[in-house]
């Protein structure tokens, strides 16, 4: 069943749909009276099952017919900051980081990132916002990751509280894979955890320096071979996924 995000909460049992949604249910999936739809409202927690029951010039009007409980969220809140990267790569770590249940993604600039966004930066986020919200309805989802930007890596902001692991290729040249599981074992429900991959070419030891001092960042290997700059991410999700969600 097709999932929408509300970004008006209904007042009663019917509502209107919005006009994009409206296009994309009635027009590209051809739906009709009687077709259902399953729509999150803004708090990203209630979730209803609605079906068309009047299709007008302008409007569709939608019943919520059941309202569903759903927990599909990773217990913990994730966060992926990714060094800026050239190509679509962005779009791919967003579009696939968004399925596997992160819930903030940061894009920052590091001194080996090879591209930089400057003045079309609000551009960019539009559209992998855009992206975000695509795969969240895909994979239902009951939140829409936000996508931001860090001009510099110096000026990102996180929660003292927050576990913060930065993948280094050094210590996966060494085969350390201890540190991963162990800042796993720290994390309980309700708690944050973010994860910085460096772009292509990786950080430099300043920058790690930084991370480590500044931050509170913990070094670790993603295991024993060295990963590219978009699937480093998606790796430490899945391996999150597994630590938290399946082998306990």
């Given at each position: 069943?097709?999932?929408?995000?509300?970004?008006?909460?209904?007042?009663?049992?019917?509502?209107?749909?919005?006009?994009?949604?409206?296009?994309?249910?009635?027009?590209?999936?051809?739906?009709?009276?009687?077709?259902?739809?399953?729509?999150?409202?803004?708090?990203?927690?209630?979730?209803?099952?609605?079906?068309?029951?009047?299709?007008?010039?302008?409007?569709?009007?939608?019943?919520?017919?059941?309202e569903?409980?759903?927990?599909?969220?990773?217990?913990?809140?994730?966060?992926?900051?990714?060094?800026l990267?050239?190509?679509?790569?962005?779009?791919?770590?967003?579009?696939?980081?968004?399925?596997?249940?992160?819930h903030?993604?940061?894009?920052?600039?590091?001194d080996?990132?090879?591209?930089?966004?400057?003045?079309?930066?609000d551009?960019?986020?539009?559209?992998?916002?855009?992206?975000?919200?695509?795969?969240?309805?895909?994979?239902h989802?009951?939140?829409?990751?936000?996508?931001?930007?860090?001009?510099?890596?110096?000026?990102?902001?996180?929660?003292?509280?927050?576990?913060?692991?930065?993948?280094?290729?050094?210590?996966?040249?060494?085969?350390?894979?201890?540190?991963?599981?162990?800042?796993?074992?720290?994390?309980?429900?309700?708690d944050?955890?973010?994860?910085?991959?460096?772009?292509?070419?990786?950080?430099?030891?300043s920058?790690?320096?930084?991370?480590?001092?500044?931050?509170?960042?913990?070094?670790a290997?993603?295991?024993?071979?060295?990963?590219?700059?978009?699937?480093a991410?998606?790796?430490?999700?899945?391996?999150?996924?597994?630590?938290?969600?399946?082998?306990?």
């Amino acid at each position: 069943m097709q999932r929408y995000f509300l970004t008006e909460a209904p007042t009663g049992q019917e509502f209107v749909l919005p006009e994009d949604v409206q296009h994309h249910l009635m027009t590209v999936l051809r739906g009709k009276e009687g077709t259902q739809a399953e729509f999150v409202y803004p708090d990203q927690q209630t979730m209803v099952v609605a079906e068309v029951i009047r299709v007008d010039d302008e409007t569709t009007t939608m019943r919520v017919v059941e309202e569903v409980t759903t927990d599909v969220e990773l217990p913990v809140e994730t966060t992926i900051i990714l060094g800026l990267a050239k190509g679509d790569k962005p779009e791919l770590v967003v579009q696939k980081a968004t399925e596997l249940g992160v819930h903030h993604v940061i894009i920052v600039e590091t001194d080996w990132s090879v591209v930089h966004w400057g003045m079309k930066a609000d551009k960019k986020l539009a559209r992998l916002q855009k992206i975000a919200q695509g795969a969240a309805e895909q994979s239902h989802r009951l939140r829409v990751p936000d996508v931001t930007y860090v001009e510099k890596l110096r000026d990102l902001a996180l929660p003292d509280d927050m576990v913060k692991i930065v993948a280094w290729e050094e210590s996966a040249k060494q085969g350390e894979t201890a540190q991963l599981v162990a800042q796993f074992s720290r994390l309980n429900p309700g708690d944050k955890i973010a994860f910085l991959v460096g772009p292509e070419g990786g950080l430099k030891e300043s920058e790690l320096d930084l991370l480590t001092k500044t931050f509170g960042f913990v070094p670790a290997g993603l295991g024993p071979r060295i990963l590219r700059a978009e699937t480093a991410p998606l790796y430490a999700l899945s391996a999150l996924s597994y630590a938290l969600e399946l082998a306990r």
